[in-house]
């Protein structure tokens, strides 16, 4: 189900609630922009509707954006030169044709930044650029005094509850949700100015029930305290999605442990259809959480935490019975515990990424987890053979992805016959698939399908994954499947 945040952001300036000083500052800004050539600085609160108003100013202005953010890793000089080529395009034709808004997300996090060079690269850009930049921030009084005293303030407050409620009763009828007023009363209440929260709040309780009731949000904040196991069951396997987010809170977890449980468990239970959703709200929540490690701001805790929640348990399509023997996550957890296996991981996940066009993180989330599930202990070997050949995995990743050990018969051999595949693709010619596969032959080629190499992070690394080596099920299914290397992606 598409989210509601994102269905529902305002397009236009005067769609942003709750925050009218604020929204005509930024549009008087905007409109004598040309005057003054100043950035403009809009801090508050986490979902309190900074970016929208920023893109639904650039939108109103019919101005392209330009988007960075603290934690895109790039250097100070692609801020300068972006920042550069937006000033000239915005210089040649007079009178704003070809201008742009370059909008700086968490720019109250660039000084932790060493890629751009700290605040006063920034200062630096801000300064001299000359198409207009709108900064985003949470904390005001990170940001360095020169960058703030070199721009326009515009401070966004918390939503206040007379503004939240109205947002969602539009939400209710274009959904056609049936609710009491009082029930949106209590979510607003429950969600301190936060809009988005608000609007994921709703979007959890109205996934389960027919209609919105005081009753239905008040029971669902019941205080409950649970182990984790319990947590799994009701996320998994009964729990509404709101019931599910707020089972959660009692819970003694952090969000990136709680992650992982998850994770390791949902495919026990789910799989097909479900499973990809489930998966794709856990790949959102790595998101938020990856925010939360670039700019220590824990409020987006929140927000991972109704995507692994509130997100999977949405993602059941039919009623689960019986018993599941969960368990903490072995495997999986390790993945993030261990910097070898953490390497493997990243290793295969970039090579899926590089071969599917998508990006690392859907890679390691939505794809991973499949390949893992489908060549667990090699049981589809034709597969596993085909999954080595293409992204050029080694003992070491094969081992991990499929959970047997490295040094035994079955993994050699699937690696010889990986390898004799790559030659005979690369004899033949056949382009595509095997691209990478080709390459991996000589071993010095430049190009992104680097094959490991000596500086392959991980190669050496003794911190072992799971081995839990079963046997007797070698090649069980080997003339199962006739998979090809084109066949499993
Ligand atoms: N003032 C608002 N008016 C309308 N919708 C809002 C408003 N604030 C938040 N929202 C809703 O919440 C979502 C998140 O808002 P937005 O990303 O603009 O918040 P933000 O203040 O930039 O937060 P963050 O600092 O976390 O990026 C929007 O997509 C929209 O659905």
């Known amino acids: 189900m598409a989210d509601w945040t994102e269905t ?4 236009t300036l005067s769609e942003v609630r709750g925050n009218d000083k604020a929204r005509d500052a930024l549009r008087e800004w905007a409109e004598n922009w040309e005057d003054h050539r100043k950035a403009v600085i809009l801090h508050g609160s986490p979902g309190v509707g900074k970016t929208s108003a920023a893109h639904a100013l650039a939108n109103d202005f019919d101005w392209p954006t330009i988007e960075l953010n603290a934690s895109d890793q790039r250097k100070a000089d692609i801020v300068k030169r972006i920042a550069g080529e937006a000033a000239q395009s915005g210089t040649l034709t007079e009178g704003g044709a070809g201008r742009r808004l370059v909008i700086l997300d968490e720019a109250d996090n660039f000084h932790g930044n060493v890629d751009y060079g700290g605040s006063r690269a920034v200062t630096d850009v801000i300064k001299s ?10 904390e005001f009084y990170d940001m360095s005094q020169s960058l703030r005293n070199n721009c326009e303030t515009v401070e966004f407050r918390d939503v206040s509850k007379r503004s939240i409620v109205p947002v969602l009763r539009d939400i209710c009828r274009q959904e056609g949700i049936e609710f009491e ?11 301190d100015g936060d809009l988005r929260s608000a609007i994921n709040d709703l ?23 649970k182990g984790i196991f319990d947590l799994l069951d009701e996320v998994i396997k009964t729990a509404s999605a709101q019931e599910a987010l707020y089972a959660s809170y009692d819970v003694d977890e952090t969000p990136d442990d709680l992650i992982n449980w998850i994770e390791d468990n949902v495919p026990k239970d789910f799989s097909g259809a479900e499973l990809a959703d489930a998966y794709a709200s856990l790949a959102r929540a790595d998101q938020w959480l990856g925010r939360v490690r670039a700019t220590q701001n824990y409020s987006y805790w929140r927000y991972a935490g109704d995507n692994m929640t509130a997100g999977v348990a949405a993602a059941r399509r039919e009623p689960k019975g019986g018993w599941t023997r969960y368990g903490p996550p072995s495997y999986w957890r390790k993945l993030g515990s261990s910097r070898g296996a953490r390497d493997r991981r990243d290793y295969v996940a970039r090579k899926i990424a590089e071969s599917g066009g998508m990006s690392m993180s859907s890679a390691r989330r939505e794809v991973l987890p499949y390949l893992a599930a489908m060549t ?10 085909a999954m080595t050949a293409r992204y050029e995995l080694d003992a070491d990743h094969v081992s991990f992805v499929t959970g ?5 018969n079955k993994i050699q051999g699937i690696v ?11 004899v033949e010619g056949s382009e595509g698939a095997f691209e990478g596969a080709r390459r991996s032959n000589g071993g010095s080629e430049e190009g992104r399908n680097e094959p490991l190499g000596p500086d392959q992070p991980g190669e050496n690394d003794d911190s072992e994954v799971d081995t839990d080596e079963s046997n007797g099920d070698e090649g069980t299914d080997a003339d199962e499947s006739q998979s090809g290397l084109g066949d499993f992606m």
């Open 8 to 11: 529902y952001r305002p397009s």
């Open 181 to 191: 007023a009082e029930a949106l009363e209590a979510i607003a209440e429950n969600t």
């Open 416 to 426: 010889a016959d990986a390898q004799r595949l790559r030659e005979e693709a690369a």
């Open 129 to 138: 650029a000359s198409q207009p930049v709108v900064l985003i921030a949470n």
């Open 376 to 385: 667990h202990h090699c049981k589809n070997r034709e597969l596993t053979v």
């Open 404 to 408: 047997s050990g490295k040094d035994t």
């Open 203 to 225: 979007q959890a309780i109205a996934e389960t029930e027919d209609r919105l009731t005081e009753e239905a949000v008040v029971t669902g904040e019941r205080d409950r305290t």
